[in-house]
């Protein structure tokens, strides 16, 4: 139980591109979304919480213009890096969880990388 | 603001050498304590959740306890398979938007042959 898919696992596109990357918890209801970013070799960083039908609270730093949080039903989200650029590349995993204090289930993350 | 540091930053084991896992946190209310495994290029994979000082949680060769500064993760005859980042994550505070997660930067473990 408890399953988590995000797609895709791997985007490779030019300059300028805007790239959506869906998260979908499969076998339960997400009352709460996460967005995280991990840079290599490093620990996960937090972007942004969504809950269902919210608009989504971003981490300081985050720009909510480049990075659009979609929650649209208790078992998707969708992140949009808008006018993606070189250094917008990292590995961006999702999660999602029934409540606090609850586990967080993670995707297996989207390696994205812009030329 | 909450804090969590793990010990040691790397850890190498021969099959069979059993050891420990450090995560010490400073938090402001624990609502939970939490342990994940990450393989390369994968998202976490949860493990355990701990809630009070006191509990303690087994999954094969895997034990997670908890005090009220810190937790262990005990590796009991780890076998090359187990090797992977472990990472220690709390919960804290009582607003609604509690559930986020304060990330340690993790423990690489490697098991020998």
């Known amino acids: 139980g408890a399953v988590v898919s995000q797609h895709p696992s791997r985007v490779i596109c030019k300059s300028g591109t805007s790239v959506k990357i869906e998260c979908r918890s499969l076998?339960?209801?997400?009352?709460?979304m996460f967005w995280y970013r991990q840079f290599p070799k490093q620990s996960l960083m937090l972007m942004a919480t969504s809950n269902e039908g919210s608009k989504a609270t971003y981490e300081q730093g985050v720009e909510k213009d480049k990075f659009l949080i979609n929650h649209a039903s208790l078992t998707l989200s969708t992140l949009t890096v808008t006018s993606a650029h070189p250094e917008d590349s990292s590995f961006y995993i999702c999660?999602?969880?029934?409540?606090?204090?609850?586990?967080?289930?993670f995707g297996d993350g989207t390696r994205l990388s812009i030329l | 603001e909450d804090q969590v540091t793990q010990s040691p930053e790397a850890l190498r084991l021969q099959e069979g050498e059993s050891s420990s896992l450090n995560c010490s946190y400073t938090v402001s209310g624990l609502r939970g304590l939490f342990w994940y495994r990450q393989d390369p290029g994968k998202g976490p994979e949860f493990l355990f959740t701990l809630y009070s000082a006191g509990e303690e949680k087994e999954k094969e060769r895997l034990k997670a306890t908890l005090t009220k500064k810190e937790s262990f993760l005990h590796i009991t005859a780890p076998k090359p398979e187990d090797s992977a980042t472990y990472l220690c994550?709390?919960?804290?505070?009582?607003?609604?938007?509690?559930?986020?997660?304060?990330f340690g930067e993790g423990t690489q473990l490697t098991v020998n042959p």
């Open positions: 994550a709390v919960q804290a505070g009582w607003e609604t938007s509690g559930s986020r997660l304060t």
């Open positions: 076998d339960f209801q997400a009352t709460t």
């Open positions: 999660s999602a969880s029934t409540g606090a204090s609850q586990p967080q289930h």
